[in-house]
T-cell receptor, first 112, second 113 residues
Framework: KAGVTQTPRYLIKTRGQQVTLSCSPISGHRSVSWYQQTPGQGLQFLFEYFSETQRNKGNFPGRFSGRQFSNSRSEMNVSTLELGDSALYLC???????????FGEGSRLTVL | GENVEQHPSTLSVQEGDSAVIKCTYSDSASNYFPWYKQELGKRPQLIIDIRSNVGEKKDQRIAVTLNKTAKHFSLHITETQPEDSAVYFCAARFSGNTGKLIFGQGTTLQVKP
């Protein structure tokens, strides 16, 4: 079974730009969650989508948004990038009922 | 609010010794407590988890204990090996069957040969 796939793996943007990250969950998994990982703040929950609906949202500004498609693939978007948005963005999928999350390799975003 | 505290932030042990990492959580309704291992440049990987109706769980050299009354849980690694060196994160799920986990700040474990 293929694991969680995230694209792109690395990207560099400048302040003010926007970025879209993609996540393909494990086949059969309907829940996709996004996390931001930084050295100072650790792993912080951004949001979760389940069956195309946002089920949970963390404490991030409205510049961070996401969506999920009917095939469970998910995207997250960050608009008006700031230097502090530089981080590893991790996507995790689960069946939505067992609780075990499977993480992707992440998308490392650098904002210059 | 929802919070998980993890200690210590760094831990250095000799190969063969045991390592213990402790976490406390704020919400008594939490029902699921996973531990993740993250090697440098790699994804977090689940190594063991425990649910609120269980007090202890073991998997070879790894064990997790849960004290619901005190709202803390611990990871125990016995007979440590250099390949155990990594960052370990505890987490808690605060509400229902969702993908929202609150993570501790992580513990960098170094196992010296």
């Amino acid at each position: 079974k293929a694991g969680v796939t995230q694209t792109p793996r690395y990207l560099i943007k400048t302040r003010g730009q926007q970025v879209t990250l993609s996540c393909s969950p494990i086949s059969g998994h309907r829940s996709v969650s996004w996390y931001q990982q930084t050295p100072g703040q650790g792993l912080q929950f951004l949001f979760e989508y389940f069956s195309e609906t946002q089920r949970n949202k963390g404490n991030f500004p409205g510049r961070f948004s996401g969506r999920q498609f009917s095939n469970s693939r998910s995207e997250m978007n960050v608009s008006t990038l700031e230097l502090g948005d530089s981080a590893l963005y991790l996507c995790a999928s689960s069946t939505g009922s067992t609780g075990e999350l499977f993480f992707g390799e992440g998308s490392r975003l650098t904002v210059l | 609010g929802e919070n998980v505290e993890q200690h210590p932030s760094t831990l250095s042990v000799q190969e063969g010794d045991s390592a213990v990492i402790k976490c406390t959580y704020s919400d008594s309704a939490s029902n699921y407590f996973p531990w993740y291992k993250q090697e440098l440049g790699k994804r977090p990987q689940l190594i063991i988890d425990i649910r609120s109706n269980v007090g202890e769980k073991k998997d070879q050299r790894i064990a997790v204990t849960l004290n619901k009354t005190a709202k803390h849980f611990s990871l125990h690694i016995t007979e440590t090996q250099p390949e155990d060196s990594a960052v370990y994160f505890c987490a808690a799920r605060f509400s229902g069957n969702t993908g929202k986990l609150i993570f501790g700040q992580g513990t960098t474990l170094q196992v010296k040969p």
